[in-house]
């Protein structure tokens, strides 16, 4: 097959987002994870044929990191003559079989950033029916980069059966784009930006002093680098979706609102905690606000969190909580504080593993967000691509040293997938059943009552 040529690789430093990323990703592994099923006849050479293809379209899928020999000044790097690694494997049955993949062996081994590239792929197949899933760092992916990496793969490999055997497609070139913080809006730079960054930080810690929000706490210290993260998969059909959706809109909040409201209420009442005020992180989905901006089908880590301090009354119901998530949400948004925490990466960002306890230690004792729900809302993964019927596209975010607990969240093919991840052992398997199970209830109970 004749290949066009393709762009080259990204080559510059990691930035302090970037740079935190990979460290924790050191530390214990931070992967991103997507999964689609497919529907139709699917070869293993028509994947990697594809997978390559991919790779030709994305600088960032072709490079590996490289740090001195302190582990400081991590740059990408060319990693020529290096495939996307492919797994694929038969099985009798798909069912939860890509869960126990994602569980067991997805979530707990780190990408291999030094040989690169920083993506892996992993297929189950039974018979015409696929299990499609897709593992990268979180230094260069977030939920919205490793659903788009799926989807074009498939796109590729449809284009690539069109032309039938022997022949070549042009997979097109991707711009290999700066580093997020490189895209800020001039007014998150320079001193303009630190402005920000310091005003943000004094009103966040006058805010914790006056308001004293309990966070979720771990039910057992586990080191750093033995932390694992595990899986728990929920999901609403697209009936109980419609529900939860219009009890939104009469009750004046957004879904995201209530599964947050839902877990916060779930983790405090799993500890017992009294009434009052608990913390939740909501990372935020950022490309909109870069120059230029980054569209969805691009290759990068583009979201951060910001904190939401939830009035936790035992037994009451979810809405009133509900719309102080959407609301404090909307309006740190719309002031760019998810910008000025990119921003502030460049104070805080350790420069190696070495140098990171410090900070590690703050994250562990005084970290505000172990609780945190990633919603990327609507996903329009399409239904068909080629020959194929495609279903169950969601994603999974691995936690490493960043939080205790996550459900990630994204709607797609009519239903809402919603998956939990937590630190083994910190969190007990029980304990972390016990709050998913508490968290969908309480929405499917909230949509049936209003």
């Not at 594809?50 to 060319?78: E, M």
Request: aromatic fraction near 4%.
């Amino acid at each position: 097959m004749n290949r066009p040529t393709a762009a080259p690789a990204a080559t510059r430093p990691l930035s302090p987002l970037e740079r935190w990323y990979w460290v924790c990703d050191q530390v214990s592994p931070l992967n991103v994870i997507g999964h689609v099923r497919v529907a139709g006849p699917l070869t293993e050479e028509l994947l990697a044929q594809a997978l390559d293809a991919l790779q030709q379209r994305h600088p960032l899928l072709r490079v590996a990191i490289r740090a001195d020999r302190a582990g400081r000044h991590p740059r990408f790097v060319p990693a020529p003559g290096r495939p996307v690694p492919l797994r694929v494997e038969p099985v009798a049955a798909l069912g939860d079989a890509w869960e126990r993949l994602v569980d067991e062996q997805e979530l707990a081994t780190p990408v291999d950033w030094r040989g690169g590239p920083l993506a892996r792929a992993a297929v189950l197949s039974a018979g015409d029916a696929h299990d499609l899933v897709i593992t990268m760092p979180h230094c260069v992916a977030d939920g919205t980069t490793v659903l788009t990496v799926l989807q074009q793969w498939i796109e590729l490999a449809a284009e690539l059966r069109a032309a039938g055997p022997g022949a070549g497609i042009d997979p097109g070139s991707a711009r290999a784009l700066p580093a997020p913080e490189a895209l800020l809006p001039p007014s998150h730079r320079g001193f303009s930006g630190l402005r920000r960054v310091l005003a943000q930080q004094f009103a966040d810690q006058g805010a914790a002093r006056k308001l004293k929000p309990r966070r979720m706490e771990a039910g057992r210290h586990v080191p750093f680098a033995e932390r694992t993260t595990r899986l728990l998969h929920r999901e609403l059909s697209a009936d109980r979706l419609a529900d939860l959706i219009a009890a939104c809109r009469r009750e004046q909040t957004t879904v995201h609102g209530a599964l947050a409201a839902a877990m916060v209420a779930a983790v405090a009442e799993d500890a017992g905690l009294p009434a009052g005020p608990v913390m939740i992180g909501s990372p935020v989905n950022f490309r909109d606000r870069l120059v230029p901006q980054v569209t969805g089908r691009e290759i990068g880590t583009y979201v951060a969190s910001v904190p939401t301090v939830v009035d936790h009354r035992p037994g009451a119901p979810l809405w009133a909580a509900a719309r102080t998530v959407s609301r404090d949400v909307a309006r740190r948004r719309s002031r760019g504080e998810q910008l000025a925490a990119i921003a502030a990466m460049g104070l805080v960002s350790p420069k190696s593993v070495e140098k990171s306890g410090r900070f590690l230690r703050f994250m562990e004792e005084k970290g505000p967000m172990t609780l945190c729900l990633s919603n990327i809302g609507r996903h329009d993964f399409p239904a068909a691509i080629g020959p194929w019927q495609l279903s169950r596209a969601e994603f999974v975010a691995g936690l490493s040293v960043n939080a205790l607990y996550c459900g990630t969240v994204n709607t797609s093919h009519g239903r809402m997938a919603w998956n939990f991840t937590h630190v083994a052992d910190a969190v007990t398997a029980e304990r972390a059943r016990r709050i998913a199970d508490a968290s969908l209830d309480a929405v499917l109970s909230a949509a049936k009552s209003t």
